[in-house]
């Protein structure tokens, strides 16, 4: 589609210019986040290639210390927890929106987004100072609760994107057939929108899980996670323990977003359900 | 529901009824169908209400409570509470009278015993430079005065007979002020009511501000640069092999902001693979240091921002029609105009798409100036957080919040403007 089917000379060269720059931007995309990867299997102390030798040290620092052990658990702790109570109300609240009688759509869908806008150190100190007057500043419920607020959209949008394709009929046949609406929601419309669902908690997961901002103005050193605590080795001395750790929670969020982007896919290709 | 039930219908009365008690059954019909649509209405609100709950509680209080830090300050207020009242009666000329004094002196010493005495020289050292240490002076002085009148104690101090003092205590002492929001724009009120710009030493906020912006507006170029040509060939491939670039695009941008800083402060380092490269290449002679520098900077937020310039202007890349081209060609145009003519005004609201969101998201940048970036290089958002963490003066961080904000929201409503909130969808 490049080229037409008689290229002339000029055409050629500014093709092939396109190309060798856009080959120099992908390599500039992919080169940086692959960089960690091999550093993170060198046996030597140093960030330098070549690689003195091929070992599992850092691994193992990191899967092995209690620092390192302690974060992971508050990570996953963190991360599970705002999964849990932001898909929950998260689908809840996505399908009321999908419902036409819902009243003023155009303040509560810019509402419900403000967190993705709030510049999020704002987000981060404000939570701060309230949470700390109320009691939950260097609690898990108080960083669940602040990641809730950044994690619900993202299930919000996927599940309204599911729902699109939801027909609301067969809620009425159910509802004519005898089910009680918890039961027609469980039996009827979640099977049907589940990838959407499913999708969304991955994106409320890794929103969590690679969050670092909010969690440093509210944990206590008890409650440092695996993002904090590699934010906080940057600052102070740099370990190849760290290219162990970015590795470790790269592949996690690429795995994780790469299963919520197809879940998310298939849900929004369904037909009109049983149509 | 019943939405078969037309008014028209309705309106049309049965042959045996007279016309006022088919409006009567009209009027009742449409009430009961308002009032089952109002049921309606309710229940998917409540539905809804969990987290709209949820996010105001832990969302929406906290910004509000933050933001308003920023123009209600009472300490000094609640502080002075005797001097406020002696400094009602006084026209903001020269010294107050003795009086009023003697009410400060009062007054320090209820906040030395109330052990709000530090706070209180905080907050009028924000005003007033140089207070602290005088606030904590006199409170010293007053305690050790045994039988010397508060008035001698106060008069021996020469800070308290000194022209500027006395006007920043009295603006002090209203809880609603503009002080900080000023501040944050290095402005401050002067003498005669008007407003002025600080005096160049204390000034030290526009001066973050235009770097913010000028980052923000080098980190969207560059990404445009680098992004446009990308998106344009991703477009213009076969299906297949398109897939397979897309894929080197969204695997960065799945990768979170700090680990991908993280994978910066490795190649930046001195001894780094960057420099490696510029050695290599011959373009430097020397080893560079990249890290804690403005072009590191630049270059690590560059591969951060690229994906959310790009996939906007790949989408609308992807709806033209190759066709379009062809019929430019065919009626005489050179590929440039045709691509100038035709091609760009059609890409255009995906490249402002692109571009507007890179650019506001750059405003509120963190992590990497906070990890990459020199004392020099820090953004509003790093000055934020240091006004939280290290010189706890949480009423100039609320300040700064406050105008990040308004611009972020100013961006994102001529974004919603112009383009329309469902081109936010990148998920």
Redesign the interface.
Known sequence: ??L?PYPTLG?RI?IGL??L??GL??L???V??L??VP?SFNSGT????PLEGISTRWYEVVLGTQRWQAAIGNSLIVAFGTTL?ATA??T??A???S?D???CRRI????????L???????????????ARVGLASTYAGII??H??LA?P?V???VGASLTGFDRNLMRAAAISGAKPVTSFFRVMLPLILPGVLSGAA?AF?TSF?E??VVQ?LASANQRTM?LE??IG??EK?SPA??AA?TL??GL??VL??V??LL?RRSQRRPVAGA | MMSALQPSELDRPPLARSRSAADADFKSVSAVLRRA?FG??LR?????A???V??A???G???V???S?AVYDPTIANALPQTAQALSGWNGQGLPDDATFVALAADLRSSQAKGTAYELAKSLNARLPGARSQVLKTVRQLEGAGDKPPLEVMKSVPFWSQPGTWPSIANGTHSITSFYLMSALDLRWNNDGGIERVPPEQAIFLQVFMRTFFVAAAVTLATLI??F??A??IA???KGLAAI?IV?????F??????????????L?K???VN?LLLWLGVAEVRLDLMYSRIGLIIAMT?IQ??FTLLPIYSIMRTIQ?SQM?AA?SLGAK?FTAFRRVYLPQVFPGVMAGCLLTFILC??Y??TP??IGGASDQLI?NF??NY?NVELN?EM?AAL?FI??VF??AL?GIF?RILG?DR??L?
């Open positions: 589609m490049l037409s055409e500014r396109l190309w720059w856009c931007v992908i500039f995309l992919i940086p986040i960089i960690p550093l140093f960030f330098i290639f109570i109300l998260g809840l609240t399908i009321a929106l419902d009688k819902f009243p509560v869908m810019p509402l419900l987004l403000s967190p806008i709030v510049p999020v150190v704002i987000t981060a100190v404000g939570s701060y100072l309230f949470y609760l602040a809730t607020a619900s993202f919000v949008v996927t994106f890794v690679d670092v901002v103005f993002p590699m934010f940057l600052r740099l760290i290219t970015a929670m790269m969020s690429i977003l790469v919520a982007n998310a | 649509d309606d209405r998917s609100l409540a539905l809804a969990p987290l709209l949820l996010l509680l832990s969302f209080i906290p910004i409570l933050l933001l830090r680098l992004g040509p990308l344009y060939l213009s491939v076969p670039l080197a695009v969204l695997l960065p799945w990768t979170s902001i700090l680990v991908r800083t993280a994978a910066w402060t490795v190649l380092q001894f780094g693979l490696d591969h690229l994906p190759p062809k060609y590929p405003l509120g963190y992590i906070a990890l958002s934020i957080a939280v949480w961080a919040s990040l904000l972020t929201l994102f919603a909130l936010l969808k998920v």
